[in-house]
């Protein structure tokens, strides 16, 4: 993207008789379009082609008004203002192509033409969802107060615990971090616990287990523990635990 906004500030040049801000156009991961100041298409790379669901033929020649996907959406105004301004514009949407989806939009203004750019921010959305909810779930969770949360790295040391979790221990939470989570456990269940959690790091078995804790004065404290892999695009990275008070037997 660098190397393509480089060339917008340079004149055409060729190469082989190649227009090299279209070769390199058609590399990058954005839709980019081009168009005239009075919003007449230009041209459009090959993910801009696919965004619109149209060929290059079909969008060459067009206006941008004509376009179902942006006269519904506020984009055709932010063209407007650098048509006005010359300065660029950048903003983030939900996206006019569907449902659900977030974009990138920026609007960069180059001699007697605009560029448009596109760029799908759906997955890093639907991540930054995902760990919105995650913490929110460990909010509930804390003020449920019978609900503990326990994550372990790959080596089964806890690098992070609540209050809840703590309190069933008669701990804080600073005490526990680095702590493996087996040694919490009272000693004839921490076999079954060993097992499981290394079953859940390496297999991703998901485990379900009645055990005892032992708390800080050393009474137990019947509980039962749920674990399941924690894996991403990294591999995996440890293991959560969901730990609730059970009655004695």
Known sequence: MDQYEALLSRPEETVGGSNPLTELGNWLTDAIVQCDRDSTIRHVNRVAEALFRRSANELVGQSLESLPELATSHLLALVARVNATNEPETVEVASPFGQGGWLRFRCLPWRDSNVLMFRDLSDAATAQRLAETKNAI????????????????????????????????????????????????????????????????????????????????????PATLALAQISGLRGVSGAAGIVTARQAA
């Not at 089964?156 to 615990?161: A, E, L, N, P, S």
């Not at 921490?190 to 485990?207: C, F, I, N, P, Y």
């Open 138 to 221: 460990v909010s509930a969770m804390n003020r449920h107060g019978g609900i503990g949360y326990v994550r372990t790295s790959v080596r089964g040391v806890i690098d992070r615990t609540d209050i809840p979790f703590a309190t069933m221990l008669g701990l804080p939470e600073d005490r526990l971090i680095g702590t493996p989570l087996v040694n919490l456990v009272a000693r004839e269940a921490r076999m079954a616990v060993r097992d499981a959690l290394e079953d859940t790091l390496d297999r991703g078995t998901e485990h379900r287990l009645d055990i005892d804790l032992v708390a800080n004065g050393g009474e137990t404290v």
